[in-house]
């Protein structure tokens, strides 16, 4: 059984930075792509940044300002948040998708912009 276990959340100003992390165990058989979504209060969950080996994609609202990468070797996927807004208040959810077995989803963290 794949597990994903995420790190880094809390709170922070606008304007501030935050990177969380997230770590991969288990057996992925065949990894197609990781990424990020996030879930604010009221909305549905959207897609923050997604990379495979050989594309990066980044959701409009967080374009030049999060960053997103992997660290194979510890099958690990992270994302550089800066210039955090108030709007980037949410519960962010890493993902693996596995060609094979479909996507496994970590517990979320939750990421807090305030003054």
């Known amino acids: 059984q794949v597990q994903l276990v995420e790190s880094g959340g809390g709170l922070v100003q606008p304007g501030g930075s935050l990177r969380l992390s997230c770590a991969a165990s288990?057996?992925?058989?065949?990894?197609?792509?990781m990424g990020w979504y996030r879930q604010a209060p009221g909305k549905e969950r959207e897609s923050v940044a997604t990379?495979?080996?050989?594309?990066?994609n980044y959701a409009d609202s967080v374009m030049g300002r999060f960053t997103i990468s992997t660290d194979n070797a510890k099958r690990s996927v992270y994302v550089q948040m800066s210039n955090l807004k108030v709007e980037d208040t949410a519960v962010y959810y890493c993902?693996?998708?596995?060609?094979?077995?479909?996507?496994?989803w970590g517990q979320g963290t939750q990421v807090t912009v305030s003054s």
């Open positions: 993902y693996v998708r596995d060609q094979l077995f479909g996507d496994y």
């Open positions: 288990g057996r992925i058989f065949r990894l197609n792509a």
């Open positions: 990379i495979t080996t050989s594309t990066t």
